[in-house]
């Protein structure tokens, strides 16, 4: 089956090999079977994007070879349709507004009690709010987050599929497939609609995964665990379920992850040094 892959980087950075390795894994998995490639401009977080860093991405990327589809899609221009999204979540009664402020989150979290990105899980203080108190927060002009109630959404899942456990289908470099049992309760009372945008990451890549009918979802180790929450929200909104190949996280000898802010190996630092498109193949596929 062709299939159709994406790389969706976030443009608050310059991409590093990290990036490049993502990028060649969706191109090469999708020109190997006559499928499609596409390019998201995953941008919601509006303090932190620059249209450099968007430049910056298709001119890195076509430097190292890869073509895609036009027209680009960019996340900041469908709030819309995540919004949309989120009511079909608020009309089944799993959205929540919160007003917490991150300090009061941490005062009343148990450290302890940590999500798969080690955040100490949501203490739960809006959960059940009265409207009164909504009403008073909102007639202040404040703005909430809007947060899944995991509890009601597992029994909303549970309503649909029955006992059918929740799964996806993670197929490895040499095409073998292993299902995996999703455990979305692992992160707890999610923000599914932030304060300061009309979207989340986990909300927009559904909605988008879907819309631009992503077969075959290819991205780092290090968004694993974000597969199980996504797998929730797909089953919650009718989405169609696509595979995942979480590929390895490129990191220094040390452990240390590669970060966007110091361009440690940045694809233009080693193209400045010299390094051709080749040889950042060579990089990240033979180490
Ligand atoms: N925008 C995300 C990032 O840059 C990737 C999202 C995804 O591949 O699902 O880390």
């Known amino acids: 089956m062709s299939s159709v892959t994406r790389f969706a980087p976030s443009p608050n950075g310059l991409l590093h090999v990290g990036h490049a390795l993502s990028a060649i894994i969706a191109h090469d998995t999708a020109r190997k079977n006559g499928g499609r490639f596409l390019l998201r401009i995953e941008d919601i977080d509006l303090e932190r994007r620059r249209p450099e860093f968007v430049t910056a991405i298709f001119e890195d990327l076509d430097w190292l070879g890869l073509t895609w589809e036009e027209p680009v899609l960019v996340q900041s221009e469908h709030f819309s349709e995540y919004l949309a999204a989120a009511d079909r979540l608020i009309g089944m009664g799993l959205l929540y507004p919160c007003f917490a402020s991150r300090k009061e989150i941490m005062t009343a979290a148990d450290p302890e009690n940590v999500d798969p990105d080690g955040s100490p899980l949501y203490p739960g203080i809006w959960r059940g709010a009265?409207?009164?108190?909504v009403g008073e927060r909102m007639a202040a002009g404040e703005s909430p987050a809007l947060r899944l109630n995991m509890?009601?959404?597992?029994?909303?899942?549970?309503?649909?599929?029955?006992?059918k456990p929740l799964t996806f289908v993670e197929v490895d470099e040499e095409g073998g497939q292993q299902t995996i049992t999703a455990r979305p309760e692992r992160?707890?009372?999610?923000?599914?609609?932030?304060?300061e945008v009309p979207a989340s990451y986990h909300l927009s890549v559904v909605v988008d995964d879907a819309r631009q009918g992503v077969t075959h979802v290819t991205r780092g180790q290090d968004l694993l665990a974000a597969t199980d929450l996504q797998r929730l929200l797909q089953e919650l909104l009718d989405l169609p379920e696509p595979v995942y190949s979480h590929h390895r996280v490129i990191r220094w000898a040390d452990g240390r992850k590669l970060s966007k802010s110091n361009q440690d190996?940045?694809?233009?630092?080693?193209r400045d040094e010299g390094a051709t498109a080749d040889d950042i193949r060579r990089v990240i596929f033979e180490g």
Request: positive net charge; charged residues 30%; aromatic residues 4%.
């Open 187 to 195: 992160w707890g009372d999610a923000v599914i609609v932030r304060k």
């Open 151 to 163: 509890e009601g959404a597992m029994q909303a899942l549970k309503a649909k599929r029955g006992d």
């Open 265 to 270: 190996m940045g694809i233009r630092a080693l």
């Open 130 to 133: 009265s409207a009164e108190a």
